[in-house]
């Protein structure tokens, strides 16, 4: 079964930092573009950051460029992010997700979603 | 980059059609055709629909189907089941590698 499992979410304080992990099993992970998403508490989607199947390209909206940093381990098919200098507004659930495509930037359609890890920054 | 402009709420009965617009600019859903659909249930991860502004994954019923016209792209639930109850979003390709969402369409089953 192809699958994406999130961890690592947690409650922490503005300006305080937390690394989020994606585990990735049921597919070639090597071969595909990997993506973090996230919604807000009654907000709709947005996105944060892709990386290439690569690893060559990482790619980030302008919310979070400077702040956060994405990264991949192939040899543990995991997904990494780096979250620094939080704020209120990153609270949130944060979704990895599977590009569609192979061999592609990551940064367009999403067939596998996972089931998300809460992110709270807060005081 | 703001983000695409979807109506709030849509709703239909049982077997009805509702279709849920999606309105971004010419350099977002109007330059592209990689215009996609999600829906999501609560609690649960987000579900590709429909690719490439009117393809369908394997495994989607084809009562769904999605179509663009100019800066606006649009998703068709035909026939109307009550599992297809769920907030419905559409995203598109904006150019130098970035990736914009609309705001999402809750969905009701009447």
């Known amino acids: 079964e192809v699958q994406l499992v999130e961890s690592g979410g947690d409650l922490v304080q503005p300006g305080g930092s937390l690394r989020l992990s994606c585990a990735a099993s049921g597919f070639t992970f090597r071969n595909y573009a990997i993506s973090w998403v996230r919604r807000p508490p009654g907000k709709g989607l947005e996105w944060v950051s892709s990386i290439s199947h690569s690893g060559g390209g990482s790619y980030y909206a302008d919310s979070v460029k400077g702040r956060f940093t994405i990264s991949r381990d192939d040899s543990k098919n995991t997904l990494n992010l780096q979250m620094n200098s939080l704020r209120a507004e990153d609270t949130a659930v944060y979704y990895c997700a599977k590009d569609r495509e192979t061999g592609g930037h990551g940064v367009n359609s999403f067939d596998v979603w996972g089931q998300g890890t809460m992110v709270t920054v807060s005081s | 980059q703001s983000a695409l402009t979807q109506p709030p709420s849509a709703s239909g009965s049982p077997g009805q059609s509702v279709t849920i617009s999606c309105t971004g600019t010419s350099s977002d859903v109007g330059n592209y055709k990689y215009v996609s659909w999600y829906q999501q249930h609560p609690g649960k991860g987000p579900k590709l629909m429909i690719y490439?502004?009117?393809k369908r994954p394997s495994g989607v019923p084809d009562r769904f189907s999605g179509s663009k016209s100019g800066n606006t792209a649009s998703l068709t639930v035909s026939g109307l089941q009550a599992e297809d109850e769920a907030d419905y979003y559409c995203s598109s390709y904006a150019g130098t590698y970035n990736l914009v969402f609309g705001g999402g369409t809750k969905v009701t089953v009447l």
């Open positions: 490439e502004v009117n």
